[in-house]
């Protein structure tokens, strides 16, 4: 069973529409969480993080958690076209022999057409 | 701080060569992290240091890989031989000890093997 799990996609939604994405993980160990946006050819760049279980918005993204389930998401409110791009989830180990050790999920490609 | 640094952004080299890519953590952060990003494997981690010492190399697919972190400012990670299948985009990132702390990505290295 792979550390980070990510539905690979493609995922496609209209222009204002809600975009959902999800991610499981398999280490009920301390963990932080991290979501990731990376457009084709470029780098990961973070978009937010949560370590607490619940919701936690910015702006129009909301990071969910869930730590019973090892369930993560990320829901993406008002969707544009510039959205397009893969979602990296990433769990974060913050304690244990492996502290700081950070993984990434394969990534779910969002297309948000017009 | 200029970000994480990494050299080359592209590399072709022929099968069998010897590829040393190289990264310049942002400075004071502690642990530095080695990525390897294909379609279809991902973003993997291969290794990561923590004050320059080499946490978990679980990741490293095979004797042909090796990374050093001689101090707080520099880290390679070296492929003899390279083959065809280390075909990837290798990812360098750094950030600090604490848990909701993100990660920094350089700008990756593009790496061909003909």
């Known amino acids: 069973q792979k550390e980070v799990e990510q539905n690979s996609g493609p995922l496609s939604v209209p222009e204002g529409a809600i975009a959902s994405l999800n991610c499981t993980y398999s280490?009920?160990?301390?963990?932080?969480f991290f979501w990731y946006r990376q457009y084709s050819g470029k780098s990961p760049e973070l978009i937010m993080f949560?370590?607490?279980?619940g919701d936690k918005e910015d702006g129009r993204f909301t990071a969910q958690l869930n730590k019973a389930s090892q369930y993560v998401s990320l829901l993406i409110r008002d969707s544009q076209p510039s959205d397009s791009a893969t979602y990296l989830c990433?769990?974060?180990?913050?304690?244990?022999?492996?502290?700081?050790?950070?993984?990434f999920g394969q990534g779910t490609i969002l297309t948000v057409h017009p | 701080d200029a970000g994480v640094i990494q050299s080359p952004r592209h590399e072709v080299t022929e099968m069998g060569q010897e590829v040393t890519l190289r990264c310049k953590p942002i400075s004071g952060h502690d642990y530095l992290f080695w990525y390897r990003q294909t379609m279809m494997r991902g973003l993997e981690l291969l290794i990561y240091f923590n004050n320059n010492v080499p946490i978990d190399d679980s990741g490293m697919p095979e004797d042909r890989f090796s990374a050093k972190m001689p101090n707080a400012s520099f880290s390679t990670l070296k492929i003899q031989p390279s083959e065809p299948r280390d075909s990837a985009v290798y990812f360098c990132?750094?950030?600090?000890?604490?848990?909701?702390?993100?990660?920094?990505f350089g700008q990756g290295t593009r790496l061909t093997v003909v």
């Open positions: 949560i370590y607490s279980n």
């Open positions: 990433a769990v974060k180990k913050v304690g244990g022999t492996s502290y700081g050790k950070l993984t």
């Open positions: 280490d009920r160990g301390s963990q932080s």
């Open positions: 990132a750094s950030s600090l000890t604490q848990g909701d702390t993100e990660a920094f």
